[in-house]
């Protein structure tokens, strides 16, 4: 039956209320299970063991997405078909693995049938379910139970609630154990090398700073108001460095100053020494530092204009906030 427009964003959006409402019931119950999970991990982690990830059925699809989820913190996780488990694939399994075996009933058959065998191969086992007095989660080491009231489908019949739920469980698990890691931007980098995230993590200001007779830099004890505007003019930038007798950054003259001076400065504005109106000690940044660092400073001072600084305080890269739009995304 045709529905009209009205109609089919009510329901999306009761949809969306349902699987909400599954992460928020889950939210509640959580309890000392989840810190004994992490807790796990972190021995597991420390051992130089691997998780396992196991599932059927759109249990399996969840599996899957957090194996790789882990795998991108720097976990080793692997996705073990229970199938296939009982056909060789049990090679994949090690003593002191971790494997966390998903099922929203608890009591589906493939499942139950790893329990002993993964027992039997020394692996500690979790169960990620929806049902607390399941066979599963009586039989398995740890428990991860989730809770969805009910499920978004029409019907009460497809997965929907439920599976976010197991989802948003172990993505939880995950980001916090991201952070009792420690892991940095720099680390995570490292499992990210291709594509925009890789290259956004990576890149460093070096890459992206304008250098050479880009880069504007005159002498402040020497340099008049016309003279550096004339060299930032001549590099196309919003801002000139001043450096000290020994190239050192002493200071930095924008167009925000120049519009300043032209009003404040008197009529031979011009001819007076860039020093005088110069903003001393503006903020600056290392050139090997990684350029996500350059946007944090952008966004935190609301500046524009940014100089890179070589080890021993040279200027030797500029950089214009309209330089990294493609930083943004973090």
Request: charged share 20%.
């Amino acid at each position: 039956m045709p529905l009209d427009a009205a109609t089919i964003l009510a329901k999306a959006r009761q949809c969306l209320a349902i699987e909400r409402e599954a992460l928020d019931a889950t939210a509640e119950i959580l309890n000392g299970d989840f810190v004994e999970v992490v807790r796990a991990v972190e021995t597991m982690i420390a051992a130089g063991r691997k998780l396992i990830f196991s599932g059927i059925g759109k249990s399996a699809h969840i599996a899957q997405k957090l194996t790789g989820t882990f795998n991108s913190t720097g976990v080793p996780s692997a996705f073990l078909d229970p199938t296939n488990a009982l056909h060789g694939d049990l090679g994949l399994c090690a003593s002191g693995d971790l494997a966390f075996l998903l099922s929203n009933s608890g009591s589906t058959h493939e499942m139950l049938r790893l329990l002993p065998l993964f027992e039997k191969f020394g692996l500690k086992t979790v169960a990620l379910t929806g049902a607390p007095e399941s066979e599963l989660a009586r039989g398995a080491d740890f428990r991860l139970i989730y809770r969805a009231p009910r499920e978004a489908c029409p019907l009460a019949l497809a997965p929907t609630a439920s599976t976010t739920a197991a989802l948003g469980l172990g993505d939880a698990l995950a980001m916090v154990l991201l952070e009792t890691r420690g892991v940095t931007r720099e680390e995570f980098a490292k499992y990210h090398p291709s594509g925009t995230l890789g290259m956004t993590l990576l890149l460093r200001v070096k890459d992206i700073m304008r250098s050479g007779d880009a880069c504007p830099v005159v002498p402040a004890a020497k340099t008049s108001v016309q003279e550096a505007i004339l060299a930032m003019t001549g590099a196309k930038a919003g801002a000139v460095a001043l450096t000290d007798a020994d190239g050192k950054f002493v200071g930095i003259y924008t167009d925000g100053d120049f519009r300043r001076t032209a009003l404040n400065g008197g009529p031979d504005f011009l001819r007076q020494p860039v020093a005088q109106f110069m903003t001393r000690g503006g903020k600056t940044i290392g050139a090997n530092v990684l350029a996500v660092e350059a946007l944090k400073i952008f966004q935190q001072f609301k500046i524009s204009d940014l100089f890179a600084l070589d080890d021993g305080g040279r200027p030797v890269g500029y950089i214009d906030v309209q330089d990294v739009p493609k930083l943004k995304m973090l």
